[in-house]
């Protein structure tokens, strides 16, 4: 069965530059979600998207942005990186217009910030 | 207050024994519930939800919901060497802070 895909599946940049993270959710999913996973650390909910609008919002910094675009897709760009945005980047997609809230995550993509 | 709690880890469970893994929340509206496992480096992998009150058994895991003590529980028996991994419960989109779960062979 087809699962989420992260691009790329790891990233080094350095200080102040420029990232973009790539989701490409479960076919037929209508929503997806991103996370920040640090070292040791419980995912942390960064934005979603629910029918290409966000939905929700979590503790996303103000220089991170995300859109999720006609065929869902969905991408999380990070600009003027800190040492501290080095972590894993989860991408989670789920049918929310069928009443099913499971959410089903990519593999990640570890950004290493230097 | 984190808005989903687990009971602190690392629990170590002897190989075929029960591990039992807990979960609080805050939220009494709360309807979905989730468990996650996660290996290291791996993603959250779901293996159990459950949206109402009472048990939900698969396989070798049973979730367990008790919405008027706004609590979660996982219980894995006949517990797996492949069973040692973080599990992450869930509340919709928060995560608690999982509980690193080691079986002992």
């Known amino acids: 069965a087809a699962g989420v895909i992260q691009s790329p599946r790891h990233l080094i940049k350095e200080k102040r530059e420029t990232a973009t993270l790539k989701c490409y959710p479960i076919?037929?999913?209508?929503?997806v979600y991103w996370y920040q996973q640090g070292p040791g650390q419980d995912p942390q909910f960064l934005i979603s998207?629910?029918?290409?609008?966000?939905?929700d919002k979590g503790s996303i910094p103000d220089r991170f942005s995300a859109q999720q675009f006609s065929d869902y897709h969905s991408e999380l760009n990070m600009s003027s990186l800190e040492l501290g945005d080095s972590a894993l980047y989860f991408c989670?997609?789920?049918?929310?217009?069928?009443?099913?809230?499971?959410?089903?995550f990519g593999q990640g993509t570890r950004l290493t910030v230097v | 207050q984190k808005e989903v709690e687990q009971n602190s880890g690392p629990l170590s469970v002897p190989e075929g024994a029960i591990a039992s893994l807990n979960c609080t929340y805050s939220d009494r509206g709360s309807q979905s519930f989730f468990w996650y496992r996660q290996y290291s480096g791996k993603s959250p992998e779901l293996i159990m939800s459950?949206?109402?009150?009472g048990d939900k058994e698969d396989g070798r895991f049973t979730a367990q919901l008790n919405k008027a003590s706004q609590y979660v529980s996982l219980l894995i028996r006949d517990s797996q060497p492949s069973d040692s991994a973080t599990y992450l419960c869930?509340?919709?989109?928060?995560f608690g802070t999982g509980t690193r779960l080691t079986i002992i062979p």
């Open positions: 076919p037929r999913h209508d929503t």
């Open positions: 869930a509340e919709k989109l928060t």
């Open positions: 998207f629910y029918e290409k609008m966000q939905s």
């Open positions: 459950i949206y109402s009150n």
């Open positions: 989670a997609s789920s049918f929310l217009a069928g009443a099913l809230t499971e959410a089903f």
